[in-house]
């Protein structure tokens, strides 16, 4: 069975040789499918604003500018060929294109098992038993704090301005989204919408212990739907 340990949000160790779900935390990184993963996701957030008119869509052109022979000009059918100048645009951009991509469900939690299993292996996915306490209130400064000496007990170099993190909780308060909307790439996100291109694109992940279960809940019942 696999183990890790669970720090506290201070950067110690609080439990050790904890068991997780090795099917979600050791499984193959196949990194063909890291790549379709993430560059899916990217082309489903596209939106298309560019949209040029063509020879159809130009205004006017429906007469012949002249016939077809005895004039000595190259012959032409209508004025708003893209060949003139006014003329529609041949293979302009257009706001019907679509460029979403679709993964199957086995794909997109084999994508995401992989990435889990990559964090984890490159020391960069931490268990955490809490973001703090109910006592204490969550503020901009506090959280920045802890989340900087959290990252450098965990061996991180450099200054920890522009390190990006992502937190996965089970609390959806605005308080906690309140006190790290103003602290650079850090990102707050439920265990129900983990998706790859999050944890990659962040450097480090920070799941507490509660979501930790909602992910081995999630996972297990699926598997157990399956069989």
């Known amino acids: 069975m696999m183990k890790t340990t669970i720090y506290t949000i201070n950067g110690d160790v609080a439990k050790e040789n904890v068991a997780i779900n090795e099917s979600i935390f050791n499984t193959t990184v196949d990194e063909a499918l890291l790549h379709q993963s993430v560059r899916i996701f990217e082309a489903n957030q596209r939106t298309l604003a560019a949209h040029v008119r063509d020879r159809r869509e130009v205004r006017g052109g429906g007469k012949k500018p002249w016939r077809q022979k005895g004039t000595g000009r190259a012959r ?27 993964l199957t469900r086995n794909m997109r939690q084999l994508a995401l ?3 889990l299993t990559r964090k984890l ?14 006592q204490t209130p969550l503020k901009t400064k506090t959280v920045h704090d802890r989340l900087a000496s959290f990252v450098q007990a965990r061996g991180h170099k450099g200054s920890f301005e522009g390190t990006s993190i992502a937190i996965i909780t089970n609390d959806r308060d605005d308080a906690m ?3 790290t909307r ?3 790439n850090v990102t707050i996100a439920h265990p129900t919408s983990l998706h790859p291109h999050l944890l990659l694109t ?7 212990t509660a979501a930790l279960e909602t992910i081995n809940a999630i996972f297990s019942q699926r598997e157990a739907a399956q069989a």
């Open 182 to 184: 103003n602290i650079p």
């Open 113 to 115: 098992f992989g990435t």
């Open 177 to 179: 989204k309140r006190a």
């Open 121 to 134: 292996a490159d020391k960069e996915l931490f268990v955490v038993e809490s973001l703090g306490n109910a």
């Open 202 to 208: 962040h450097r480090y992940v920070i799941v507490t």
């Open 76 to 102: 032409a059918g209508s004025n708003r060929s893209p060949l003139w100048i006014g003329g529609g645009k041949a293979h302009g951009a257009r706001n019907t294109r679509s460029y979403k991509g679709i």
